[in-house]
């Protein structure tokens, strides 16, 4: 790096702060369009914002390290899970989903998980939640989700009547509903959170044989959270107190840890099982699954430039390595393309090529070449179509990826359209969360409050029967507790 300031072409400038003037004795001077230096500096400013992300777009982020601590060859052939104690480089960026990049960090929502794992076979994202399950289960409804828990497009404020006509309308999401509104929609910290995969992905091997595994994040130092008072309060006196916090605590030393486990289900398994393994509205039961360790997460590196390491950050779960694989959850298969769609728009097609998204491994995809903003020597002379005799090249991961098909993925059918219907089994585990609510002191009541606090702010007296009907599916006592304190708020 130059010691003396130059333009962003290396040219020395006499002083930052000056500009080419013709000036005369009134005090006035006319600028000059010769002025690179002045012209350059005004036209960068209004370019320096890329786009927000859509969803997503407050967070907070850094480096660490992922450690195998536990053998896992016996289900997957992923390189950087081969042996007890390698290490692998990570970043994690962790969000809340809904608000904008200025909001509050405290304020009720699911907190996104972004972590990629610079892996020595290239990098393995994964996309996580704080909570297990998601809202919809039928990938076109995304966007309508994403956009009733936003603004209005009228009054362009949060909206409660519109949060749950969607709710109401789209009733899959009970379930994660009552992880939003019990305590862990408040988390105290970003450091004391749990992620899950919530997705079921496929830990392949090289025999071809797969099991379905869920991802379990679970914080060393436990869960930890605000009450939705508290929350509220700190959102108003320190807006970015989770950012500052995990900042913090990594400056001082105080490395945030999580254990990383996975639930293992065999394909056959999957044909029988009460719950529709690719439904993202459910969970795995601990008793049929127990979690099984496969490492850790430490984070112990803060990043150097927010805006290189974690704003162009771009994750997928399409990003996959060998012995990692997509399962049929229609929402992945979804997110797979929605995720580095999101990107290429944000950062632009070469966004790969980015320090921070760039893969340790190395990288040869010759096929994938210009575009705007390449900045690598773009293959040469290298062939840029494919089975060229001139320069030939091997496929290192032709053996370690899974081509056996197994009877649970043998797709035959007839295409047709699809929307998913609603059942009471769809309320069956919002139930027994309301039951592990039950064995925490003062929780229930506490979940009761945060719903109501939301719920009255819907003006609409239907749509608010209508939500006490639907929470009488996951719990009678509840939708009445519900009921009475809402329409109490209301009144007051
Ligand atoms: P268990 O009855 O075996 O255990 C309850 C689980 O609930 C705990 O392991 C804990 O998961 C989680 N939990 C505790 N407090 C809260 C809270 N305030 N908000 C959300 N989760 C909490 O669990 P089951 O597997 O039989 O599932 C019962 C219910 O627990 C599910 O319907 C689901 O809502 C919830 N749950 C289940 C998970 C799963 O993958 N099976 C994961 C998380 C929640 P953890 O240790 O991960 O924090």
């Known amino acids: 790096m130059s010691s003396f300031y130059t333009g962003a072409e290396g040219c020395p400038y006499p002083t930052p702060a000056t500009s080419v003037q013709v000036r005369n004795g009134s005090g006035g001077g006319l600028v000059l369009l010769q ?8 036209a960068h400013f209004n370019r320096e914002r890329i786009p927000e992300r859509v969803v997503h777009a407050k967070a907070a982020g850094a480096y660490g390290e992922f450690e195998c601590t536990h053998d896992c060859t016996d289900i997957t052939s992923a ?3 081969n042996t007890v104690g390698k290490k692998s480089d ?7 989903v809904g608000p904008e990049r200025g909001s509050a960090d405290t304020c009720r929502d699911v907190h996104g998980w972004g972590m990629k794992i610079y892996t020595d076979e290239g990098n393995q994202d994964f996309v996580c939640n704080n909570i297990p399950v ?21 009054t362009n404020l949060a909206d409660s009547d519109m949060f749950w006509d969607f709710h109401l309308g789209n009733p899959e999401g009970i379930h994660a509903l009552m992880h939003l509104f019990n305590d862990r929609g408040t988390p105290a910290s970003l450091r004391n959170i749990n992620a899950y995969s919530g997705h079921t992905y496929k830990f392949t091997k090289e025999d071809g044989s797969f099991k379905y595994i869920k991802l379990h994040l679970k914080a060393q130092d436990g869960v930890k959270n605000f009450t939705a008072e508290a929350a509220t309060k700190i959102a108003g006196e320190n807006p970015d107190f989770h950012t500052q ?17 996975v639930q293992v289900m065999d394909p056959k398994e999957a044909e029988t099982y009460k719950w529709n393994i690719f439904d993202m509205t459910k969970v795995w039961p601990h008793k049929d699954f127990p979690l099984r360790q496969i490492g850790r997460l430490t984070l112990n590196r803060n990043p150097q430039n927010y ?3 974690i704003e162009q950050a771009a994750f997928s779960p399409s990003t996959m390595v060998p012995g990692i694989a997509p399962s049929a959850d229609p929402i992945l298969q979804a997110r797979m393309f929605a995720y580095p769609d999101a990107a290429r728009y944000r950062l632009g097609v070469n966004y790969q090529q980015l320090p921070t998204n760039r893969s340790k491994a190395p990288v040869y995809a010759p096929f994938q070449r210009d575009g705007f903003m390449n900045f690598t020597d773009n293959y040469g002379a290298d062939p840029n179509y494919l089975n060229s005799s001139l320069k030939p090249t091997t496929f290192k991961a032709a053996g370690k990826v899974s081509t056996t098909i197994t009877e649970h993925e043998k797709w035959v059918g ?3 359209s699809f929307t998913s219907q609603i059942g009471p089994e769809d309320f069956e585990q919002a139930t027994a969360l309301w039951h592990v609510l039950g064995q925490q002191e003062g929780h229930q009541e506490r979940f009761v409050n945060n719903l109501a606090g939301h719920l009255s702010g819907a003006k609409n007296a239907t749509i608010r029967s209508r939500v006490y009907e639907y929470f009488s599916y996951v719990d009678k006592d509840l939708a009445a507790r519900l009921r009475q304190v809402t329409e109490a708020k209301v009144a007051a």
Not at 90 to 96: A, D, G, H, N
Request: no cysteine; net charge negative; hydrophobic share 40%.
């Open 35 to 42: 002025d690179t230096q002045l012209i350059e500096t005004l």
């Open 307 to 309: 805006f290189t390491d």
């Open 90 to 96: 990570v970043l994690l960026r962790i969000s809340t």
């Open 134 to 154: 998601f809202f919809v289960r039928d990938p076109i409804k995304f966007p309508s989700l994403n956009r009733s828990h936003k603004r209005h497009p009228q």
């Open 245 to 261: 916090d995990l900042f913090e605590a990594i400056e001082q030393g105080n490395f945030p840890k999580w254990d990383v486990f």
């Open 414 to 416: 007839e295409v047709s």
């Open 79 to 81: 390189s950087f899970l």
